[in-house]
């Protein structure tokens, strides 16, 4: 066995570590610390994905003494270290990018603090992508769930107390029905780990009487990580959250934390379920509808959005549709469009969601629409980074929006029936058009004339920049390649199963 | 003291009047909260703008609203006992949900050294669980800490008095003699049952989470007996932060080993101890330890937090 097979154990166990570490360090010590941990993490992530494309397959890892049905594993295939690659290096970008408002927007005594939750939630971040155990997903989505909260309140601002407040609701109603899915999933099949458990479920599911507990347990499972992760009717309180906190918090928690979920839904569908069993319960045609639903009326509340992140928040609720539109409609190829989606929406988001505050930075810090005309001109570099995010969330050529579009396309006609493929085809023209309405209003309103044009920054920002061209540069061979992404995604799939 | 305890018992004389301090609350009627609140909502109405919300909040979508809980409420608990109905009946003999049941009964005290499974289970079968589930707690510590630790973002400007009076209050109620008496009494117990219910997790029912929850009760208990201060002078903020980080990352590098060795194939060299013995079931009870140091800060951090906005007051 290759050294490298230990490095997933490694990203965790490090993470952890690292947050607890920096509750004893200064700020600024801390952020050095995570930025340089950050990156030992970026590294070790790539060494598996190189590893796992070496040798064509994936490989668990027992932690601890105690084999399969007994002990914890994680897992790691092509699929699962992409995902640790990309995720990685969003995280850094946005800590990156947005370190300038951390002191802005935190208080100096609880910087440290912030960078502790910043790395327990890399640390969640990982076990989720990694593990092999549902029980465990469990508790690092707990883990997860704290630290999003926590991240949001550090702001300390009426509005994020009180957009924490309804998060935090949502959030443990959903990791509730997540546990009671766990739970029945457990009673039924006896099993915890995923691979036992799938073939405990797949001789139970040969008898059609056990399928309604089944169908319960896993929808139960479904509806839980979809209020998590945003899913439209669950989407109301996405504008507060993500509009509000601080830039790297609005960047994570939009970027990363909802996309998580969704991934540990694909895994649990994949591995501990069965995707024969799930495609015999009707989740898939109800997730098809809500993300539908989910692109319009994300779509129609952006437009009708007075501020700039509040639109950027919408936008979210629509895309978390897209994904989910790719799960329902299932099959390889919807399943690949969903997740090269949540790949071409990590890069993008993030971006525009550290962009924002720069343009509201120069127009005395409104994010109204009407004092933001010609903050473009002000601050330039925001400004091109932020027109190259928001072609991408357009889906402009070039851009990985773009092909992920396409991608969702083709899922429609594969999968073979009319009716499905006239409501995507709809939907996916009617959202396409909504989405270049209010970002090319955005675009056009920030290269606005205005009185005052006259750049405020002219300084060269290296470490923002650094980080804007690495999620722009990320976004543009997604979008080049996206072949070749959707290929490796379709032989994580082909490794899940 | 006669002419005194008469007097009490005719109720002329309170004796906790002078050593409880109680803040003096207006009293109200009902009609008058209402009346505030009427006036609450009637200013907010004049603001630009809300005037529709607020209308439609009050009428039409209030008893949308209610009728909507209900409906999805009794919904839900129908599909649930739905559910339940189709699941296999407790304790029936199922070969197929029972297999790794019975290898933690049949083989835990073998495989782990521990006579308490429970404490085998989730420390040495599942222990990466545990890891993450004592860190769900010092997240929570982390949160509450941002949240509620005072500095200047959260004290609002032209409230600093107040909370220096809040603070100097909490200090003060040492005079509470029943407090101290029974606290003199109840928290050295407290604390050896804590300990004992922790040291004993491999062997008995406990273990690093109840024994630690049972400590953290202790501290709660003397910090609201004695005053913060003996506890601010023995474990001040930095202690603290240091015990738990060093709990914390212990329990991280030994169940790294522990995980490192056992997927590389490389001999595990804890040794498991004679089951039965305190010192037994391997890595059990230091990791006791740590989970239980964890739950105990995190359980008086919550109390010194909530209660006056700081942890050892610094």
Known sequence: MSFITNFPLFTIILSLFSGALCMMLSGEAARRYTLTCECALIAMAACV??????TGQAFTYVMGEFPAPWGNEIRAGVLEAMTAVLFLIVMFCAVLAGRKYLPIDIDESKLNLYYTLINLMTAALMALIWTNDLFTGYVFLEILTLTSCGVLIVREIGRTTLAAVRYMIMNLLGSGLFLLGVVLLYDVSGHLLMVPMRASIASLASDPGNMTVLSMAVGILTIGLAIKSGLFPFHYWMPDTYGWATPTSGAVLSSLVSKAY????????????????VRRMPIGNILLVLGLCGIVFGSVSALRADHINRMVAFSSAAQIGYIYMGIGLGGTVGFTAAIFHIFAHAVTKSALFLTTPRLAAVSDDSLLFKNLQGSGLRDRNAGIFFTAAAFSMIGIPVFAGFASKLMFGTAAVSVGSPLKLILVMVVLAVSSLLNAMYFIRTVIRIFGPAPDTAPRYTGFRPTYNTAMVILTVANILLGLFSQV????????????? | MREGFRRWLDGEDDVLAHVMDSEEVPYRTREEIKEERRMVSREADREKGTEVIAGIERRSFRAVYSVAAVVSCVLLIGVLLFTIAGLPRYGMENPR???????????????????????????????????GESHVLFTALICVMILLRIDRKNMRTGYEDYYMIREDRLFDMTKDNIMRGVGMIVVPCIFLYGLYVLLNGQLSPGGGFSGGAVMGAGFIILAAAFGMKPLDRALPERRIRFITFAALSFYSFAKGYVFFTGANGIPNRIPKGTPGAILSGGLI??????????????????????????IGGE
Request: hydrophobic share 50%; no cysteine.
């Open chain 1, 262 to 277: 969704i991934f540990l839904l694909v895994k649990t569908y994949f591995r501990a379920v069965g995707i024969d069993v």
């Open chain 1, 49 to 54: 994905l190189g590893y796992t494309l070496s």
């Open chain 1, 485 to 497: 992404f959707a290929d490796l995604i379709g032989r994580g799939l082909m490794m899940f199963a």
């Open chain 2, 97 to 131: 949900t029972t297999e790794v049941v019975r290898r933690y009964v049949e083989k835990g005290l073998e495989e782990t050294g521990a006579v308490n499974i429970v404490s085998g289970l989730i420390l040495d079968y599942r222990a990466f669980d545990t890891l």
């Open chain 2, 285 to 310: 009870l230091p990791l006791d330890i740590a989970v239980g140091i964890v739950v105990a800060f995190t359980m008086f951090g919550f109390y010194s937090l909530f209660s006056r906005g700081s």
